[in-house]
Protein backbone atom coordinates (compact mmCIF):
# COMPACT_ATOMS: atom_id res chain seq x y z
CA UNK A 1 0.00 0.00 0.00
CA UNK A 2 1.47 3.42 -1.04
CA UNK A 3 -0.81 6.53 -0.09
CA UNK A 4 0.00 10.00 -2.05
CA UNK A 5 0.10 13.12 0.23
CA UNK A 6 -1.73 13.55 3.88
CA UNK A 7 -3.89 16.67 3.45
CA UNK A 8 -3.94 19.21 6.01
CA UNK A 9 -5.50 18.18 8.60
CA UNK A 10 -4.68 15.10 10.66
CA UNK A 11 -8.29 14.32 11.18
CA UNK A 12 -8.83 14.07 8.11
CA UNK A 13 -5.46 11.58 7.39
CA UNK A 14 -7.14 9.60 10.00
CA UNK A 15 -10.70 9.58 8.32
CA UNK A 16 -8.26 8.46 5.01
CA UNK A 17 -6.07 5.20 7.07
CA UNK A 18 -9.80 4.34 8.40
CA UNK A 19 -11.26 3.96 4.94
CA UNK A 20 -8.17 2.07 3.42
CA UNK A 21 -8.41 -0.13 6.85
CA UNK A 22 -12.01 -1.10 5.79
CA UNK A 23 -11.02 -1.66 1.93
CA UNK A 24 -7.77 -3.60 2.73
CA UNK A 25 -5.39 -5.03 6.21
CA UNK A 26 -2.50 -4.75 3.76
CA UNK A 27 0.32 -2.83 5.50
CA UNK A 28 0.82 0.68 4.78
CA UNK A 29 4.44 0.98 3.41
CA UNK A 30 4.58 4.15 1.39
CA UNK A 31 4.04 7.85 1.69
CA UNK A 32 4.99 10.11 -1.18
CA UNK A 33 4.33 13.23 -0.59
CA UNK A 34 4.19 15.37 -3.91
CA UNK A 35 5.89 18.43 -2.45
CA UNK A 36 6.49 20.59 0.64
CA UNK A 37 3.16 22.77 1.15
CA UNK A 38 1.28 21.76 4.29
CA UNK A 39 -1.89 20.83 2.72
CA UNK A 40 -0.35 17.87 1.29
CA UNK A 41 1.91 17.32 4.47
CA UNK A 42 0.08 17.89 7.44
CA UNK A 43 -0.76 14.61 8.16
CA UNK A 44 2.66 13.31 7.35
CA UNK A 45 3.17 11.74 11.23
CA UNK A 46 -0.64 10.23 11.37
CA UNK A 47 0.48 8.00 7.93
CA UNK A 48 4.17 7.72 9.40
CA UNK A 49 2.48 6.18 12.72
CA UNK A 50 0.69 3.79 10.67
CA UNK A 51 3.97 1.93 9.43
CA UNK A 52 4.72 4.44 6.10
CA UNK A 53 8.09 5.41 5.48
CA UNK A 54 8.25 9.13 3.79
CA UNK A 55 9.31 9.62 0.30
CA UNK A 56 9.82 13.29 -0.81
CA UNK A 57 11.73 14.98 -3.33
CA UNK A 58 15.43 15.81 -1.36
CA UNK A 59 14.33 19.74 -1.02
CA UNK A 60 11.61 18.42 1.02
CA UNK A 61 13.46 18.08 4.28
CA UNK A 62 14.80 21.88 4.26
CA UNK A 63 11.44 23.74 3.08
CA UNK A 64 8.91 21.12 5.17
CA UNK A 65 9.29 22.79 8.40
CA UNK A 66 10.31 26.24 7.63
CA UNK A 67 8.78 27.70 4.32
CA UNK A 68 5.52 26.38 5.19
CA UNK A 69 5.94 28.97 7.34
CA UNK A 70 5.68 31.82 4.63
CA UNK A 71 2.96 29.77 2.61
CA UNK A 72 0.71 30.36 5.43
CA UNK A 73 1.28 33.84 5.38
CA UNK A 74 -1.40 36.11 7.93
CA UNK A 75 -3.29 32.52 8.00
CA UNK A 76 -0.70 31.58 10.33
CA UNK A 77 -1.96 30.83 13.92
CA UNK A 78 0.27 29.00 17.29
CA UNK A 79 -1.77 25.98 16.88
CA UNK A 80 -0.67 25.68 12.69
CA UNK A 81 3.35 27.26 13.61
CA UNK A 82 3.16 24.55 16.12
CA UNK A 83 2.20 21.75 13.79
CA UNK A 84 4.41 23.08 11.23
CA UNK A 85 7.31 22.81 13.46
CA UNK A 86 6.87 19.20 14.14
CA UNK A 87 6.13 17.75 10.58
CA UNK A 88 8.27 14.68 10.25
CA UNK A 89 11.22 14.91 7.58
CA UNK A 90 10.93 12.68 5.05
CA UNK A 91 13.05 9.53 4.92
CA UNK A 92 13.64 8.67 1.59
CA UNK A 93 14.46 11.34 -0.69
CA UNK A 94 15.32 11.83 -3.99
CA UNK A 95 16.16 14.49 -7.03
CA UNK A 96 15.59 11.11 -9.80
CA UNK A 97 12.82 8.97 -10.85
CA UNK A 98 11.98 5.88 -8.48
CA UNK A 99 10.29 2.78 -9.17
CA UNK A 100 8.38 1.27 -6.41
CA UNK A 101 7.20 -2.44 -6.33
CA UNK A 102 4.08 -3.48 -4.35
CA UNK A 103 4.36 -6.40 -5.14
CA UNK A 104 4.00 -7.38 -9.01
CA UNK A 105 2.51 -3.69 -9.42
CA UNK A 106 4.88 -1.38 -10.72
CA UNK A 107 4.51 2.39 -9.07
CA UNK A 108 6.72 5.29 -10.85
CA UNK A 109 7.50 8.25 -9.07
CA UNK A 110 8.74 11.05 -11.00
CA UNK A 111 10.37 14.53 -10.46
CA UNK A 112 8.66 17.37 -11.85
CA UNK A 113 8.92 20.94 -12.57
CA UNK A 114 6.80 23.71 -12.02
CA UNK A 115 4.72 24.00 -8.98
CA UNK A 116 7.58 24.39 -6.04
CA UNK A 117 10.96 23.31 -7.29
CA UNK A 118 10.97 20.05 -5.30
CA UNK A 119 8.10 18.23 -6.67
CA UNK A 120 6.85 14.47 -7.53
CA UNK A 121 4.17 12.69 -9.12
CA UNK A 122 3.10 9.11 -8.84
CA UNK A 123 2.24 6.75 -11.90
CA UNK A 124 0.62 3.69 -11.89
CA UNK A 125 1.19 2.19 -15.19
CA UNK A 126 -1.19 -0.42 -15.58
CA UNK A 127 -4.35 1.55 -13.87
CA UNK A 128 -3.95 4.65 -16.38
CA UNK A 129 -3.82 6.45 -12.97
CA UNK A 130 -1.61 9.50 -12.54
CA UNK A 131 -1.29 11.20 -9.15
CA UNK A 132 -0.53 14.93 -9.87
CA UNK A 133 -0.09 16.72 -6.66
CA UNK A 134 -0.13 20.06 -7.57
CA UNK A 135 0.57 20.26 -10.84
CA UNK A 136 -3.03 20.12 -12.18
CA UNK A 137 -5.65 21.84 -10.15
CA UNK A 138 -9.37 21.07 -11.38
CA UNK A 139 -11.32 24.03 -12.20
CA UNK A 140 -9.81 25.80 -9.22
CA UNK A 141 -7.02 28.95 -9.65
CA UNK A 142 -3.91 27.57 -8.72
CA UNK A 143 -1.84 28.54 -6.04
CA UNK A 144 1.61 30.29 -7.55
CA UNK A 145 3.78 31.19 -4.77
CA UNK A 146 6.28 29.33 -5.34
CA UNK A 147 5.54 28.32 -8.47
CA UNK A 148 7.06 28.68 -12.50
CA UNK A 149 4.75 29.21 -15.31
CA UNK A 150 6.80 28.52 -18.02
CA UNK A 151 8.16 25.24 -16.31
CA UNK A 152 4.72 24.56 -14.90
CA UNK A 153 2.96 24.98 -18.69
CA UNK A 154 5.91 22.48 -20.09
CA UNK A 155 4.69 19.74 -17.72
CA UNK A 156 1.71 19.84 -18.00
CA UNK A 157 1.70 19.97 -21.82
CA UNK A 158 3.96 16.71 -21.42
CA UNK A 159 0.91 14.77 -19.70
CA UNK A 160 -1.61 15.80 -22.21
CA UNK A 161 1.06 14.22 -24.75
CA UNK A 162 1.65 10.95 -22.88
CA UNK A 163 0.29 7.80 -25.30
CA UNK A 164 -2.12 6.93 -23.05
CA UNK A 165 -3.55 10.29 -22.01
CA UNK A 166 -6.97 10.07 -23.42
CA UNK A 167 -7.64 6.78 -21.44
CA UNK A 168 -5.97 8.19 -18.20
CA UNK A 169 -7.49 9.10 -14.96
CA UNK A 170 -5.22 12.45 -13.30
CA UNK A 171 -5.68 12.65 -9.98
CA UNK A 172 -5.42 16.55 -9.24
CA UNK A 173 -4.31 18.15 -6.61
CA UNK A 174 -7.38 20.09 -5.66
CA UNK A 175 -10.73 19.44 -7.45
CA UNK A 176 -12.65 16.11 -8.59
CA UNK A 177 -10.68 13.33 -10.33
CA UNK A 178 -9.55 14.49 -13.78
CA UNK A 179 -9.32 13.15 -17.68
CA UNK A 180 -6.93 14.60 -19.97
CA UNK A 181 -9.30 17.65 -21.44
CA UNK A 182 -9.15 19.16 -17.43
CA UNK A 183 -5.11 19.10 -18.36
CA UNK A 184 -5.08 20.76 -21.55
CA UNK A 185 -7.72 23.60 -19.57
CA UNK A 186 -5.69 23.97 -17.04
CA UNK A 187 -2.82 24.30 -19.25
CA UNK A 188 -4.66 27.10 -20.79
CA UNK A 189 -5.69 28.49 -17.45
CA UNK A 190 -1.82 29.30 -16.86
CA UNK A 191 -0.80 30.68 -20.48
CA UNK A 192 -4.19 32.69 -20.70
CA UNK A 193 -2.95 34.09 -17.39
CA UNK A 194 0.56 34.56 -18.55
CA UNK A 195 -0.90 36.39 -22.05
CA UNK A 196 -2.87 38.84 -19.84
CA UNK A 197 -0.76 39.79 -17.58
CA UNK A 198 1.61 40.40 -20.40
CA UNK A 199 -0.73 42.10 -22.38
CA UNK A 200 -1.57 44.18 -18.88
CA UNK A 201 1.91 44.92 -17.80
CA UNK A 202 3.71 45.61 -20.74
CA UNK A 203 0.76 47.24 -23.21
CA UNK A 204 -1.52 48.87 -21.08
CA UNK A 205 1.46 49.40 -18.47
CA UNK A 206 -1.24 48.54 -16.02
CA UNK A 207 0.13 47.76 -12.20
CA UNK A 208 -0.79 46.41 -8.81
CA UNK A 209 -4.94 46.47 -8.43
CA UNK A 210 -4.98 47.82 -11.83
CA UNK A 211 -3.33 45.12 -13.53
CA UNK A 212 -5.82 42.39 -11.45
CA UNK A 213 -8.49 44.63 -12.06
CA UNK A 214 -7.21 44.05 -16.24
CA UNK A 215 -7.00 40.61 -15.99
CA UNK A 216 -8.99 39.22 -13.11
CA UNK A 217 -12.49 39.76 -15.54
CA UNK A 218 -11.00 38.30 -18.54
CA UNK A 219 -10.17 34.93 -16.39
CA UNK A 220 -13.34 34.68 -15.06
CA UNK A 221 -15.55 35.00 -18.05
CA UNK A 222 -13.30 32.52 -19.83
CA UNK A 223 -13.16 29.96 -16.76
CA UNK A 224 -16.59 30.28 -15.63
CA UNK A 225 -17.13 27.34 -13.75
CA UNK A 226 -13.78 27.48 -11.51
CA UNK A 227 -13.14 28.62 -8.47
CA UNK A 228 -11.39 31.68 -8.57
CA UNK A 229 -11.26 34.15 -5.40
CA UNK A 230 -10.65 37.29 -4.93
CA UNK A 231 -7.67 36.71 -2.91
CA UNK A 232 -5.90 33.86 -5.27
CA UNK A 233 -6.64 36.11 -7.90
CA UNK A 234 -4.69 39.01 -6.72
CA UNK A 235 -2.30 36.54 -5.93
CA UNK A 236 -1.90 34.96 -9.09
CA UNK A 237 -1.66 38.53 -10.94
CA UNK A 238 1.41 39.52 -8.57
CA UNK A 239 3.50 36.27 -8.93
CA UNK A 240 2.82 36.14 -12.55
CA UNK A 241 4.39 40.13 -12.94
CA UNK A 242 6.81 38.80 -11.31
CA UNK A 243 8.11 36.04 -13.39
CA UNK A 244 7.57 38.15 -16.22
CA UNK A 245 10.14 40.78 -15.04
CA UNK A 246 12.44 38.43 -13.08
CA UNK A 247 11.97 39.37 -9.49
CA UNK A 248 9.90 36.10 -8.64
CA UNK A 249 11.64 33.80 -5.32
CA UNK A 250 11.51 30.93 -5.17
CA UNK A 251 12.26 28.31 -2.77
CA UNK A 252 15.96 27.68 -2.58
CA UNK A 253 17.72 24.60 -2.30
CA UNK A 254 18.88 23.81 0.99
CA UNK A 255 22.08 21.52 1.87
CA UNK A 256 21.60 17.75 3.34
ZN1 LIG B 1 0.97 23.11 -3.35
Redesign the pocket.
Known amino acids: MLVVDSFFYPDATRALIGEIRRLTPKPIRYLVNT?Y?I??TGGDQVVRGAGAIIIAHRNVRGWVRVNNIALMGDRITPEIAARIAAVPLPDLVTDKDLIVWLGSRKIVVRTVLG??GGDLIVEVPDAKVMFTG?MLWRKVAP?LIDGSISEWSKTTGGFARLPDAAQMRFVP?HGDVADVKDVEQFRAYLLDLQRLVVEGSRKARLKGDALVGYVAPKLRSKYSDWTISERSIAAEVRYMNEELIGTKRRPVPQPD
Open positions: HHDHHTDNG
